[in-house]
């Protein structure tokens, strides 16, 4: 495709359910990534997936969070038992030279409200 | 652990003057540089990107940003300012680990 897409673009959910946001990486890109954007904490790295390689889970902030990646394309992140300091921004980014000289694209974004 | 700093919470400049927002970082090389721009409701777009090589970039929309080692800082430049200028600029190093690490972000207003 022509950039990173996401789905949905907002999502408002109540406390303690579930949510799954997805993301369309740009097509060849091997390296997907997901971040957070809160008005707390700013811009977070969440976890990053590389072709066939383990996820680097690092900045996942609880166990609640969880993502996939099927097929080396589209990605999932989930969250379990949402809460209020759930809701932020969440943005993915891919890229097609992980390692050197690499550049992040970044789709728009899925704004998550949770009440 | 590496870290980037963008001194100005909020600039306001007049259309057509100059800009410059700054950016440091602390890591112990050379990171890989990035300046990104997000408008309200959008996501992050690539302004520019340092690597290696000259120290003075070019990026879209007219902005150039200039790495100093000695200073360790990224600071984007603009000469001339346009009202659609105005959005949130994030600095943004790379030290190899693969994620970003950002700024807290610059949020430019431009005054007619």
């Known amino acids: 495709g022509a950039g990173v897409s996401q789905s949905p673009s907002n999502k408002v959910t109540e406390k303690g359910k579930d949510v799954e946001l997805r993301c369309d990486p740009i097509?060849?890109?091997?390296?997907l990534y997901w971040y957070r954007q809160s008005l707390g904490q700013g811009l977070e790295f969440l976890i990053y997936f590389q072709g066939n390689s383990a996820p680097d889970k690092s900045g996942l902030p609880s166990d609640r969070f969880s993502a996939e990646r099927t097929g080396g394309s589209v990605s999932t992140l989930t969250i379990q038992r949402t809460q209020q300091e759930d809701s932020a921004v969440y943005l993915c980014a891919s890229s097609s030279e992980p390692g050197v000289e690499e550049t992040q694209y970044f789709g728009p974004g899925t704004r998550l409200l949770v009440l | 652990a590496q870290s980037v700093t963008q001194p100005d919470i909020h600039i306001t400049v007049s259309e057509g003057a100059s800009l410059e927002l700054r950016c440091n970082y602390s890591?112990?090389?050379?990171?890989?540089l990035f300046w990104y721009v997000q408008s309200p409701g959008q996501g992050l777009q690539l302004l520019l990107k340092?690597?290696?090589?000259?120290?003075l970039v070019q990026g879209i929309k007219g902005f150039e940003a200039e790495f100093k080692r000695s200073q360790s800082s990224f600071n984007l430049r603009k000469p001339s300012v346009h009202w659609s200028d105005a959005a949130e600029y994030f600095c943004?190093?790379?030290?190899?680990?693969?994620?970003?690490?950002f700024g807290s972000g610059t949020r430019l207003q431009v005054q007619p």
């Open positions: 943004a190093v790379d030290t190899g680990r693969r994620a970003l690490t």
């Open positions: 097509s060849g890109h091997t390296a």
């Open positions: 340092y690597f290696s090589g000259d120290t």
């Open positions: 890591y112990g090389a050379t990171p890989y």
